[in-house]
């Protein structure tokens, strides 16, 4: 089967020649590749996400856009009551898993001709897109928040991305964004589906650490759930490809003041954009992700759950991890808060991943208050 690109809505499919990120019905878009993964190669390779090249869907080498990225390093942790292991993604070129998905990104983009794109961010995905920009010599606008952090702000800007910093919420920078996405390509990590192709490869590298096994549990932050939404396409990838006989639990977290999916979850109902209150874990302030209805299957399917963590349980799994050699950023502490507040529900004998996503010196100022005021 070759690659196709699909409208998880209405069906409508694509050719891949076309620079489309959308369905004109409103739906988001699916990529249906066949992932083949030839093991004998994949040894003999570079240790990079691009050494499962027979899985992501770019026709040619030549458009790949890489800083040779990926294989970030696993770790194992223990806590009072066992031992985790830490898949450690905020080691990455710009400092955030989001570089994963911008190399599959930007290689389309390339393969397509694009010179110029928009995005909008809470501060991570434009920091990434606008680095992997800059090595392909495609022009860049970002468009964030304004209480988007300044460590974040300061590497867009150095990048040479176009920043627009704007009054209001997340939803208001994407808004903006989605103006510009009339005329410019919108190289969203939320809407783009080729970014999904990028972000599971972690899936990939975890299962392949782990000797080609697949770890019974996996524990996530979640915002507008790209990463969830990769991990889960990568397990599937393999075990349909009979590398694995299962697809590991997925435990999605959010901040509680800003929980959408989690209320989805639990009240069985539909997405609708509620009023959220300020987090430390800015990165997952998402109030109406768009693939909301994926997310939540994939979280079924797998027998997962989506849990909450409090402001104050964040920054407590942040020292945590701090005072043992594992700087990250709030964001990136959620999924520790999350494990730490959901051991109950977990088997002593089942293994579990926390994927650690974002590096603390992207959000030095909170780290700075967190760590002065003990």
Known sequence: ??????????????????????????????????????LEKIKRRTPTMWRYREAIPIADDSNIV??????????????????????????????????????VLLSRIKELGVRSVVEDSSGNAGASIAAYCAMASVECRIYVAENTSESKLAQIKAFGAELHIVPGTREDASERASDDARTLYYASHCWNPFFLQGTKTVAYEIAEQLEWKTPEVLIVPVGNGTLLLGAYIGFTDLYLAGLSSKIPKIIGVQSENCAPLFHMQRNNQT????????????????????????????????????TTTSDTDIEEAATYLARR??????????????????????????????????????????????????
């Open 271 to 306: 997405l609708s954009e509620g009023p959220a209150s300020e987090t430390v874990a800015e990165g997952i302030a998402v109030r109406k992700p768009i693939r909301a209805e994926q997310i939540l299957d994939a979280v079924k399917i797998t027998g997962g759950w989506f």
């Open 325 to 374: 050699g594992y700087l990250v950023e709030p964001t990136a502490a959620v999924a520790m808060a999350g494990f730490a507040k959901n051991q109950s529900r977990l088997l002593q004998e089942e293994s579990v991943v926390i994927i650690l996503t974002g590096s603390g010196l992207k959000d030095t100022k909170n780290l700075s208050k967190l760590f002065t005021h003990q």
């Open 1 to 38: 089967m070759d690659t196709l690109i699909r409208c998880s809505k209405c069906g409508l499919a694509f050719s891949q020649s076309e620079a489309s990120w959308a369905c004109n019905c409103g739906g988001v878009l699916d990529v249906l590749h066949p992932a083949e993964f030839p």
């Open 66 to 103: 890489s800083f040779n990225e990926g294989f970030t390093p696993i770790s194992s942790l223990r806590t009072e009551k066992r031992s985790v292991l830490l898949k450690l993604d905020f080691l990455f070129p710009t400092g955030s898993f989001k570089d994963r998905g911008s190399s």
